[in-house]
Nanobody
Framework: QVHPVESGGGSVQAGGSLRLSCAVS????????MGWFRQAPGKEREGVAT??????????TYRDSVKGRFTLSKDNAINTLYLQMNSLKPEDTAMYYC????????????????WGQGTQVTVSS
C-alpha cells in the first residue's frame, strides 16, 4: 500500500512562511513525478509545483502565481517532498495535496495515481 502523507500546514498572516512536507511510503519508492496541488473552496484543484525525475535528471515546474515565492525540493534518501512557501498571500489559502505517479507528470490532477489526504493552509490579511 502506497500513500503520501502531508504535514506542515497551518495559519499564518500575509507575508509569512510555511513549509509543507510529504512523505511517501511503499515498497517501491521510484517516482517519476511528485508534486503539490491545492484546492480552495468552490474552486477546482490546481497544480502548484511538480518535480519530474528522469534518471539522474530532475526538473521542477511552478505555477506562475507562486514563482519566486515557493520552492520545491526533494530528499531522495527518505523519499520526502518539501514545499517552502514564502511571502504567502490570502489567495494561497487552500487545502494542499501531495501527489505522486510513476509514469505521468504535469498539472493535470488526473495524471496522478497516488494522493495524500491534504493539509490546510490559511493565510489571513
Amino acid at each position: 500500500q502506497v500513500h503520501p502523507v502531508e504535514s506542515g500546514g497551518g495559519s499564518v498572516q500575509a507575508g509569512g512562511s510555511l513549509r509543507l512536507s510529504c512523505a511517501v511510503s511503499g515498497s517501491n519508492n521510484r517516482w517519476y513525478c511528485m508534486g503539490w496541488f491545492r484546492q480552495a473552496p468552490g474552486k477546482e484543484r490546481e497544480g502548484v509545483a511538480t518535480i519530474r525525475s528522469d534518471g539522474s535528471i530532475s526538473s521542477t515546474t511552478y505555477r506562475d502565481s507562486v514563482k519566486g515565492r515557493f520552492t520545491l525540493s526533494k530528499d531522495n534518501a527518505i523519499n520526502t517532498l518539501y514545499l517552502q512557501m514564502n511571502s504567502l498571500k490570502p489567495e494561497d489559502t487552500a487545502m494542499y495535496y501531495c501527489a505522486a505517479d510513476r509514469y505521468l507528470c504535469g498539472f493535470d490532477s488526473r495524471a496522478y495515481g497516488y494522493w495524500g489526504q491534504g493539509t490546510q493552509v490559511t493565510v489571513s490579511s
